[in-house]
């Protein structure tokens, strides 16, 4: 069964026994984050909370919480699938001959069926709420830790436009601070916040949405780190192979929403106009403290009938952001490697939270080419913000922690095989000496060559003959074993 949004989404798992149905009455202030928490670390359900205290609204929350209900929310059997799929389309060479273009046909077809597409009217709007019936507090918004400084709204797609009308859609947490206000987390480097800038600097009122809900893929392609000017929907019509289906918002009518989603909240943010926001308990494993961000004012809210709230917590990993973050890790492998072709995989534990580490696996051809990789992931998007980047040779799996810290204490003269950096750091890293930038350590785990200035002989891999592993396998099997 295609998903479409949300709803289908959450039959397609309650059918693989994947969902489970929480008739007690829960709070959305702390408890529904206790149970999310418990459920995403011991890999257990997606949740949909029926009964939940102060609101006539269900929550969705965990669905992405593991990576096969990532990858039945990307359509695909296993999350490396997405990689396949940009690898095949990079690929693609010129056709030079009428046979080669013929071939490319079914291709092209495809790949112009993936832009948004614009209708007038979708299941988002079956409900609209305009005025004082606008209300952000009737929304089942969570209180996610103790020390978070208000409820939030977190699973967000932000659709914003630069006042040249170029789109993008982003997920930024918004602190609910009353019925129609709301802070806007967004940070520098993100497009949403570039957006403002821009409005701000030409003294206009900036239109925006937040789509809450909707088809999985949707969703997730407001977390990838698109390139500045790329339209997110483009990418969701890539994974989901058909277009996005966009309808105007209603009070907002530059600003075009995804059809199929649960809730659209529509409004505006005003030039200069900051508020205090925070603390909030965040991806990192610690609470982002307090500081001043744009206000977004709310003029309209609109939603299905019987509308379902989709959420999110993060907080100390693994959570069910790791997911989405290791498809985009799976999805973005390719334009890596178009890029820098000598890289053969790369993996962002779960434990680096995104951008604290990276290991990564390459082709060697040349003395000192680790540290090219290295400098060249520091200036690449937003790898940029990696703290830590471990280089390793080809055939070591970077998936394998073990094998690659195995790897690092094997190989690593620690005197030789160090590269300190300096550069920008994720404003969320509290360990940083100044907010937004911070040292780098670069570690060269590669086996060292006599032109690195490696005098030694170096030792072969311990590793049994091949012949002697099979007799002995197929003599262990006889007895059992």
Same mark, same amino acid.
């Given at each position: 069964?295609?998903? @479409?949004?949300?709803?289908?989404?959450?039959?397609?798992?309650?059918?693989?026994?994947?969902?489970?149905?929480?008739?007690?009455?829960?709070?959305?202030?702390?408890?529904?984050?206790?149970?999310?928490?418990?459920?995403?670390?011991?890999? +257990?359900? =997606?949740?949909?909370?029926?009964?939940?205290?102060?609101?006539?609204?269900?929550? /969705?929350?965990?669905?992405? +919480?593991?990576?096969?209900?990532?990858?039945?929310?990307?359509? $695909?059997?296993?999350?490396?699938?997405?990689?396949?799929?940009?690898?095949?389309?990079?690929?693609?060479?010129?056709?030079?001959?009428?046979?080669?273009?013929?071939?490319?046909?079914?291709?092209?077809?495809?790949?112009?069926?993936?832009?948004?597409?614009?209708?007038?009217?979708?299941?988002?709007?079956?409900?609209?709420?305009?005025?004082?019936?606008?209300?952000?507090? /009737?929304?089942?918004?969570?209180?996610?830790?103790?020390?978070?400084?208000?409820?939030?709204? !977190?699973?967000?797609?932000?659709?914003?436009?630069?006042?040249?009308?170029?789109?993008?859609?982003?997920?930024?947490?918004?602190?609910?601070?009353?019925?129609?206000?709301?802070?806007?987390?967004?940070?520098?480097?993100?497009?949403?916040?570039?957006?403002?800038?821009?409005?701000?600097?030409?003294?206009?009122?900036?239109?925006?949405? #937040? =789509?809450?809900?909707?088809?999985?893929?949707?969703?997730?392609?407001?977390?990838?780190?698109?390139?500045?000017?790329?339209?997110?929907?483009?990418?969701?019509?890539?994974?989901?192979?058909?277009?996005?289906?966009? $309808?105007?918002?209603?009070?907002?009518?530059?600003?075009?929403?995804?059809?199929?989603?649960?809730?659209?909240?529509?409004?505006?943010?005003?030039?200069?106009?900051?508020?205090?926001?925070?603390?909030?308990?965040?991806? !990192?494993?610690?609470?982002?403290?307090?500081?001043?961000?744009?206000?977004? %004012?709310?003029?309209?809210?609109?939603?299905?009938?019987?509308?379902?709230?989709?959420?999110? $917590?993060?907080?100390?990993?693994?959570?069910?952001?790791?997911?989405?973050?290791?498809?985009?890790?799976?999805?973005?492998?390719?334009?890596? &490697?178009? !890029?820098?072709? @000598?890289?053969?995989?790369?993996?962002?534990?779960?434990?680096?939270?995104?951008?604290?580490?990276?290991?990564?696996?390459?082709?060697?051809?040349?003395?000192?080419?680790?540290?090219?990789?290295?400098?060249?992931?520091?200036?690449?998007?937003?790898?940029?913000?990696? &703290? #830590?980047?471990?280089? $390793?040779?080809? %055939?070591?799996?970077?998936?394998?922690?073990?094998?690659?810290?195995?790897?690092?204490?094997?190989?690593?003269?620690?005197?030789?095989?160090?590269?300190?950096?300096?550069?920008?750091?994720?404003?969320?890293?509290?360990?940083?000496?100044?907010?937004?930038?911070? +040292?780098?350590?670069?570690?060269?785990?590669?086996?060292?060559?006599?032109?690195?200035?490696?005098?030694?002989?170096?030792?072969?891999?311990?590793?049994?003959?091949?012949?002697? &592993?099979?007799?002995?396998?197929?003599?262990? &099997?006889?007895?059992?074993?």
């Amino acid at each position: 069964m295609p998903i @479409e949004n949300l709803r289908d989404f959450l039959q397609a798992l309650e059918a693989r026994g994947q969902l489970l149905r929480v008739r007690e009455k829960v709070s959305p202030v702390l408890e529904i984050t206790a149970w999310a928490d418990r459920a995403v670390k011991s890999k +257990g359900p =997606a949740l949909l909370f029926e009964n939940v205290d102060g609101s006539a609204m269900p929550v /969705a929350i965990n669905l992405f +919480g593991t990576p096969a209900r990532t990858a039945l929310a990307l359509g $695909v059997q296993d999350l490396n699938e997405l990689g396949h799929a940009v690898d095949e389309l990079l690929r693609q060479r010129p056709p030079g001959t009428m046979l080669d273009k013929l071939k490319m046909v079914p291709l092209l077809l495809q790949i112009a069926s993936y832009p948004p597409r614009k209708v007038s009217s979708g299941p988002c709007h079956e409900v609209v709420l305009q005025g004082d019936a606008a209300d952000l507090t /009737a929304l089942p918004a969570l209180q996610c830790w103790p020390e978070d400084g208000g409820r939030y709204l !977190t699973l967000t797609n932000v659709f914003t436009r630069d006042p040249q009308g170029v789109p993008n859609c982003g997920m930024y947490r918004m602190q609910v601070f009353d019925r129609a206000t709301a802070a806007m987390h967004w940070h520098l480097h993100h497009d949403g916040a570039r957006h403002f800038r821009e409005w701000e600097q030409a003294n206009r009122r900036m239109p925006a949405a #937040v =789509a809450i809900g909707g088809d999985p893929a949707v969703v997730y392609s407001a977390t990838a780190p698109m390139p500045p000017g790329m339209d997110e929907m483009l990418l969701a019509g890539f994974i989901r192979k058909k277009a996005v289906e966009m $309808v105007p918002c209603v009070s907002q009518p530059d600003i075009f929403v995804p059809a199929q989603a649960e809730i659209v909240i529509e409004g505006y943010l005003e030039p200069g106009e900051r508020r205090r926001e925070g603390p909030f308990g965040d991806h !990192t494993g610690f609470y982002s403290l307090p500081d001043d961000y744009p206000v977004f %004012h709310v003029t309209a809210i609109t939603h299905r009938k019987d509308p379902i709230y989709q959420t999110i $917590v993060v907080g100390m990993p693994p959570m069910e952001d790791t997911y989405l973050g290791k498809a985009t890790e799976r999805l973005f492998l390719p334009f890596l &490697k178009l !890029t820098l072709p @000598e890289i053969v995989d790369y993996n962002l534990p779960e434990f680096g939270v995104f951008h604290n580490c990276a290991f990564v696996a390459i082709r060697k051809s040349y003395p000192q080419h680790a540290r090219k990789v290295m400098h060249a992931l520091w200036g690449l998007g937003q790898l940029m913000l990696t &703290k #830590v980047i471990v280089v $390793v040779d080809e %055939h070591v799996n970077v998936q394998n922690q073990d094998e690659v810290l195995f790897h690092v204490g094997a190989n690593c003269d620690f005197n030789r095989d160090l590269e300190r950096a300096t550069g920008p750091a994720d404003i969320l890293d509290h360990a940083s000496q100044h907010p937004g930038w911070s +040292g780098k350590l670069g570690i060269d785990a590669t086996r060292k060559w006599k032109e690195e200035g490696y005098g030694r002989e170096w030792p072969g891999y311990t590793v049994m003959d091949p012949a002697v &592993k099979k007799k002995v396998a197929e003599q262990m &099997k006889k007895l059992g074993l």
